[in-house]
């Protein structure tokens, strides 16, 4: 495979960078545009390209057409491997502006831009490099029966895999949804929101130019009921990856059993952070505070419902709020910045909603509740850090997930409590256990219903752990050691050795030979 450098992704349009779609190779324009708007300030940070349906059918028929071709999924796979070191090697090249576009178009601080939305895409990339080195495509197996022959395991492509990416961590899950699905010798039409399709083009442009053959790699940018839908319901599309919300991450379920697609859904989450009565009070006060705050709480594993102890309930959230009023909330650009801005007007109108919903319901907010005002906020959609206490598990603001950054602080007297409020929900996403007696930590977290654990920590996504939801919280598994296995499929292929009829069982139906 050998690159050919061509135009890059964005070209000039009506005055403003405009980024084009990825199909077949090549950026494409659309008959309809979008602007791209910062978060934190309401102005254009470019335009983009909004997909039809048409545009989408053009991508999966570059899709499949790349995959029956034959050229990538025949590629050894060490051959795949040094393309996409080729690749991590680019973004690290960029790692700085990719941030600050990240900034730009999602609100997050810069240091989380940084280290997350741009630092775990690269580690994790690696990590996938490292599975694709010792994954075993072809495996001899142990045969039994009567008939002397081998049998054959292989692990093959699947064919043309839809990922959709939502908008809070837009390069990250876009390198989840496409790049061990890539490795495996698959094609991908990746999906990105669109609000947040900056890092997707720019990350097809690094791909072509690494020289991934046409077709492998499409991008399209739009809506989900639309462009979502319309991909998801493809008859060509053999497998949906999809992260978003429960209630669509349903009905992706639905649609994708047009054709018996195969799924992989990482949904929504309401998490429970436990602290037990022995926990480290310094370290566990920053830690939960960390669990609903990065990202102002738009992330889907976040410890939005802390639960305590009785016996240190009001130290604990005494010492939380001041902790959360020493928190900068402000420009994201500015490295000294704790807290960015929410998504858009309809997220941040959503989290006063819910705030609004605490109040009525009886709880008490200790700290924040509303939009800050002053120099710097008369632009952009901002919810202070809010904390509640007096809450029960039924509230909306405990049982439902806000997507922000608001905390339902729940009381409980025993521990056999805490697990029941932790377990009453829906969701199993994460959770995360504080105490300096790790064996008593792992037996509490032995008993949470969640995908993953995290104790004396959060948000501590390991890509050699597998990351994914229990209950309604998801279906599959992305990241750890099966992370390629999630996007191949079984073939058995069984050779006979014995050179004759003798020991074959055709006598079942054929009865005696003839003479």
């Known amino acids: 495979m050998t690159a050919t450098i061509t135009e890059g992704p964005t070209v ?33 940070v470019c335009t983009v390209a909004l997909a039809s349906t048409d545009d989408v059918d053009a991508a999966v028929a570059a899709a499949k057409a790349a995959h029956e071709g034959g050229e990538w999924r025949n590629t050894p796979p060490q051959q795949r491997i040094a393309l996409f070191e080729q690749v991590i090697g680019a ?35 690696q990590h996938y490099l490292d599975i694709a080195r010792e994954f075993k495509w ?24 839809a990922g959709i990416v939502p908008w809070n961590f837009p390069a990250l899950i876009a ?5 061990p699905a ?44 639309t462009v979502g839908g319309h991909l998801v319901k493809h008859p060509d599309v053999r497998l949906v990856s999809f992260t978003g919300s429960t209630a669509t991450g349903r009905r992706v379920m639905a649609d994708a059993s047009s054709n018996v697609k195969r799924v992989l859904l990482e949904l929504g989450g309401k998490g429970p952070n436990i ?71 309809a997220q941040r109108d959503r989290v006063l909603g819910y705030i609004e919903k605490g109040k009525a319901a009886g709880a008490t907010v200790v700290v924040g509740g509303k939009s800050p005002e002053g120099p710097g906020f008369d632009k952009g959609y901002w919810v202070e850090p809010t904390v509640f206490t007096n809450v029960t598990n039924n509230m909306p603001i405990a049982c439902e997930e806000i997507f922000g950054p608001v905390l339902s602080v729940l009381k409980y007297d025993s521990v056999d ?9 829906e969701y199993g996403l994460a959770a995360g256990v504080w105490s300096r007696d790790n064996q008593r930590a792992l037996d509490v977290a032995n008993r949470i219903e969640a995908g993953s654990v995290w104790i004396n920590d959060y948000h501590n996504i390991d890509a ?28 058995s292929i069984t050779l006979d050795l014995s050179g004759g009829v003798e020991t074959k069982a055709y006598g079942l139906v054929l009865g005696t030979p003839p003479a």
Not at 306 to 321: C, G, K, Q, T, Y
Not at 465 to 484: A, H, N, T
């Open 182 to 225: 890539m490795l495996a010798g698959n094609t991908v039409v990746l999906k990105t929101d669109e609000k947040t399709p900056v890092f997707a083009l720019e990350f097809a442009a690094m791909l072509r130019d690494a020289g991934l053959p046409d077709g492998v790699f499409n991008v399209v940018v739009g809506d989900g009921p």
């Open 91 to 125: 973004l690290a090249g960029r790692m700085d502006e990719l941030a600050e576009l990240s900034c730009r178009e999602t609100g997050m601080p810069l240091r989380v831009a940084t280290a997350i939305g741009v630092g775990f895409p690269i580690v994790h990339m």
């Open 275 to 345: 602290v037990l009565d022995d926990a480290d009070l310094d370290l566990a006060v920053d830690g939960s505070i960390y669990a609903f705050l990065l990202h102002a709480g738009q992330a889907c594993e976040s410890g939005s419902r802390l639960l305590l102890p009785a016996s240190i309930h009001d130290e604990f959230v005494e010492r939380l709020v001041a902790r959360i009023k020493t928190l900068r909330i402000g420009n994201p650009l500015d490295p000294s910045t704790d807290i960015g801005a929410l998504m858009n007007e």
């Open 12 to 44: 000039e349009k009506d005055g403003a960078t405009h980024y084009r779609l990825f199909i077949g190779g090549r950026f494409v324009d659309s008959a309809s545009a979008i602007p791209v708007i910062n978060p934190a300030t309401e102005e254009t």
């Open 175 to 179: 390198v989840w949804k496409s790049v």
């Open 464 to 491: 050699n752990l597998p990351f994914g939801g229990y209950k309604q919280s998801g279906v599959g598994r992305e990241l750890g050691p099966d992370c390629i296995d999630e996007f191949t499929q079984d073939k």
């Open 417 to 425: 409590e805490a697990i029941k409020i932790a377990n009453d929900t």
């Open 138 to 161: 072809e495996l001899p197996t142990p045969v039994s029966g009567q008939v002397l022959h081998a049998g054959i395991l292989r692990k093959e492509p699947i064919g043309v895999c």
